[in-house]
């Protein structure tokens, strides 16, 4: 199994831009996240997934979208890109909620200038 | 909003010793999980303590789950180079929403 993949590994946005940050799991999970990790400020939520077709808004939502058409993809879309979302992106995926395991991706480093 | 605390956010010490990490909120957590996250990768999952008073052994890591579950602490016993990395710990509320995040203590073990 290769797990929750991530691409792309490094992306530079201009302000404005637009892009998609895809993930991908190989485990069934229904359950799938996105975080964002800024310097010295932990994980953040941004959206969850608990199952194909259904999204919902984490902590931090403003300025993304995402949409779960399959088990297996979760895309996360910036539409206009700005500074403030210059980050390192995590998608996670687990088999089920609260405490069970959330599995990492390796992330997605994106600087927007 | 619910808020976990970690200290201290840096720890550098010497190869042999022992240290403990501190998680601390004061919400309630149905349960507590700790990562480890080694630079350019993403974090990994080393223990999940749902009882309250709980205690877990990871070879030379200890895990402890508070008694009204606010807080939790990872003492290391014998810190090698190899423990370096970010300690995360994660409280889980139970639902759907994904984990709550510390800060993170940034380890590092000098040889």
């Known amino acids: 199994n290769a797990g929750v993949t991530q691409t792309p590994k490094f992306r530079i946005l201009k302000i404005g831009q637009s892009m998609t940050l895809q993930c991908a799991q190989d485990?069934?999970?229904?359950?799938m996240y996105w975080y964002r990790q800024d310097p010295g400020m932990g994980l953040k939520l941004i959206y969850y997934?608990?199952?194909?077709?259904?999204?919902d808004k984490g902590e931090v939502p403003n300025g993304y979208n995402v949409s779960r058409s399959t088990t297996e993809d979760f895309p996360l879309r910036l539409e206009l890109a700005a500074p403030s979302q210059t980050s390192v992106y995590f998608c996670?995926?687990?088999?089920?909620?609260?405490?069970?395991?959330?599995?990492f991706g390796p992330g997605t480093r994106l600087l927007v200038l | 909003t619910q808020l976990l605390e970690q200290s201290p956010q840096f720890l550098s010490i010497q190869e042999g010793e022992n240290l403990t990490v501190y998680c601390n909120s004061s919400?309630?957590?149905?349960?507590l999980q700790w990562y480890r996250q080694e630079p350019g990768e993403g974090p990994v999952l080393l223990v999940t303590?749902?009882?309250?008073?709980e205690v877990k052994k990871l070879k030379r890591l200890t895990f402890q789950f508070g008694d009204a579950r606010k807080d939790s602490s990872l003492h290391i016993t014998a810190a090698q180079p190899g423990d370096t990395g970010l300690y995360l710990c994660?409280?889980?509320?139970?639902?759907?929403?994904?984990?709550?995040f510390g800060k993170g203590t940034h380890l590092i073990i000098q040889p």
């Open positions: 996670a995926s687990s088999y089920g909620p609260g405490q069970e395991t959330q599995y």
């Open positions: 485990m069934n999970h229904n359950y």
């Open positions: 997934s608990v199952g194909a077709g259904i999204t």
């Open positions: 919400s309630v957590f149905s349960s």
């Open positions: 303590v749902v009882t309250g008073g």
């Open positions: 994660a409280g889980g509320g139970g639902g759907a929403d994904g984990l709550t």
